[in-house]
C-alpha cells in the first residue's frame, strides 16, 4: 500500500486518475482517438456539447472535408472507441430518452457523450504539445513597461482600499511574470539546442543572425533599465502595506474550493514569487531579473561562439557533420578488423595504454603500509614509456649515437650552394655604377644581400661618432653609408620600395676600396 499522504494536492486514487487521462495517447489506436476527441472539440467551439453516436460521427465526417489524414467514421468502432475514452476519464456518458423515437429505443436508451472537465484540459495538453512550433520563441521586452505601470497601479488601488482593483492587478502581474519565465526558458533552452547541434544550416543562421543578436541586446537593455525601477515599485506597493493587500486579494479572489485561509497563503506565496523576481529581500542576494540578465549576456556569447563556428566550417568548406559523415563511411567499409582498429588510431589518436613498472631506487626508505597515492613517485625514463624498452637493454653497451653523417652533409652542401649564390649577386651588385644601384631594380638575390650589408652597416652605428661614414663588407663587396641629413636614398626591389633615411649608399667591390685606401695613404 502506498502512503496516505498527498502529492499535488491529491490522494494516491485522484493522482492515478489524472495520469490514467492520457492513456489513449499511448494506445495502439491513438490516432483514431485523438480524431474522435478533435470531432468533440470542433463541436464544443460550436457550443454543442453533449453528443451522440449519430453526432460524433457527422462531426468527424465535418473534419475529415477539412484534413485527408482525419479517419473515415465509417470504419471505425465508435462505440467500442467512445468506451475506452470513458473508462480512462476522459469522457462522460450520460442516457438521453428523449431521442427514442420507438419503444424499443426508448429501452434501449441512448448513449450521450461529453468531455469531462480534466479530460478536456488532457486533450488541450495533448494539442499544445502537437501545435508547438518549438523554434517559434522570443523574448518579449515591452512587458516591462506593463510590469511597472501594474505595480504603480497596485500600490495606487491598495492606498484606496479598492480590494477588487488590488486582485485584478496582483493576478496580472503573477501571469505576466510566469510568461516572462516561460518564454525565457524556451528561448534559451533554443538556443542551447542551436549552440549545441551539428545540423545549422549557415545560410539561415547568417541571415538571422544580426536580427537574433540585436533582440538579444534590446532584451538586456530594456531589462537593465527597468529592473531598478521595478525593484523601487515593489518596495512602493509594501509600503502602502503588504498584509492589507494580501487580504484584498484573497477576500476578492472568487475560487468557490479554496477556504480564506487557504487563499491567503496563495496569495502570500505568491506575493513572495514576485518579490523575489524582481526584489530579493536581502541585498546581497541575486533576483530571477538579475539571473535572466546573466543568462542573456552568456546567449549573446553562445550566439557569436555558434557564429564563429559556422564561419569556420564554411571557410573550410567542410561542416562537422559532412567529415563525422565520411569518416562513418570509411568504417562501413574497411575489409577487416586490423583495418578498422588502423583507421581508429589514426582517426582518435586512442590506442592500448603501455603499463611499466620500476621498483624504487631504495625499496628500504618507502614503508609498505604506505598508500601509492602517498607514497612518492618514481622517475621514469623517456626511453621506457615510449618504446616500452629500458634503457641500455640488450648487450649491456650504450646504444650508438646516431650523427647523421648524411644529412649533415646534404645540409652542409646547400649551405655552400646558397653562399655561392649570395656571391655571384653581390658580384653582379658591385658591378653596377652608383646611380644604378638606386635606379635599376634588383632581384631577390641582391636584394637579400643589400639587406645583409644593410645590418651589418647599421649595428655598427652603436657607439660610432655622430656624422661618421659607415661600412660593411661580405660577399666580396664594401657598402658605405655617408650621413646626409635631411635627404634619404630610394632603392627599387622587386618586393618593392626600400628607403634609407638619413644616408646616402655606395657599394663597390672589397678590392677596388682596398686599393683607393692604399692610394690616399701613399699620397
Known sequence: MSSPGLSFGLDDFGLDDRM????????????????????????????????????????????RELHADCP?????????LLDALVEWGVLDRGQDATRAATLAEYRNRHSVYQFTEAGYRAHRAVENVLTATMDDSTLSRLVFADLLADLQALAQANADGDAEEVY???????????????RAARFYHLLGDLSRT????????????????????????????????LRAAVHDVEATGLERLIEAAAKADERLFHSPVERLEDWRRRWAGLRSWLAPPAPDQSSEADRLAEATISAIGDVLGLLRRVTEARRGGVSRESQLRHLAAWFTGVESLPAAHALYDAAFGLGAPRHVGVAHADPEAVPSRLSWWDAPAVE??????????????????????????????RLRAAQVEQEQRYTVAARRLAELEPGEVTGQTLDEMQTAVLLRLLDAALAARVGAARGVPLAAAAHGVRLTLVPAPGRYTTVRTAAGRLLVDGYTLTITPAERTAVRELETVGS
Open 72 to 80: 473515415d467514421p465509417a470504419e471505425l468502432e465508435l462505440p467500442r
Open 198 to 229: 551539428n545540423d545549422v544550416r549557415p545560410e539561415a543562421f547568417l541571415a538571422h543572425k544580426d536580427a537574433l543578436l540585436a533582440h538579444l541586446r534590446d532584451f538586456h537593455d530594456e531589462l537593465q533599465r527597468y529592473t531598478p525601477r
Open 20 to 63: 490514467r487521462l492520457f492513456s489513449y495517447v499511448t494506445a495502439d489506436n491513438r490516432l483514431a482517438y485523438l480524431w474522435l476527441l478533435r470531432a468533440f472539440d470542433a463541436a464544443r467551439t460550436a457550443y454543442h456539447v453533449v453528443l451522440h453516436t449519430s453526432e460524433v460521427a457527422a462531426s468527424l465526417a465535418a473534419l
Open 380 to 409: 621514469l625514463s623517456r626511453t621506457l614509456v615510449q618504446t616500452g624498452r629500458a634503457p641500455g637493454q640488450g648487450n649491456g653497451r650504450p646504444a650508438r649515437v646516431d650523427r647523421g653523417d648524411e644529412r649533415r652533409h
Open 168 to 182: 485584478r492587478k496582483l493576478n496580472r502581474l503573477d501571469r505576466a511574470l510566469a510568461d516572462i519565465a516561460e
